[in-house]
């Protein structure tokens, strides 16, 4: 059975690199720091780094969430990604986007205000 998601990985070329970039993102340090993987804790979900991998925007498309999507589109473009989605609206007040994070993964963001973190196991 499928209990939701858990992790979200991202491969990286430059594993030192995309640790400084998403430790500034997220405003915290990873939890678990290996030469093989980092990984961060982000709401009770992780977000992992992977070593030697091909970034990519193609493929599995996991959608992070933010209070405020403007603000939080706006500091990732600020800390070094570039657009893939603007921000759009896309019905029932939720709203998305994305951007292209600098080690070529997408990395999608999603204001919903219908989503329950109570339910969140």
Request: a negative charge; zero cysteines.
């Amino acid at each position: 059975m499928i209990l939701g998601l858990r992790t979200a990985i991202y491969p990286t070329s430059d594993l030192d690199a995309a640790r400084r970039w998403y430790t500034e993102l997220l405003g915290q340090e990873p939890y678990f720091n290996e030469p093989f993987y980092v990984g961060f804790s982000v709401g009770g979900f992780e977000l992992g780094l992977l070593p030697d991998g091909q970034a990519g925007t193609n493929g599995p498309q996991p959608l992070w969430g933010v209070a405020d999507i403007e603000s939080a589109y706006v500091r990732l473009l600020q800390l070094g990604a570039t657009v893939l989605e603007p921000v759009s609206e896309v019905g029932g007040g939720i709203k998305v986007a994305a951007v292209q994070d600098p080690f070529g993964n997408r990395f999608g963001i999603i204001q919903n205000p219908n989503f329950d973190v109570a339910l969140v196991r």
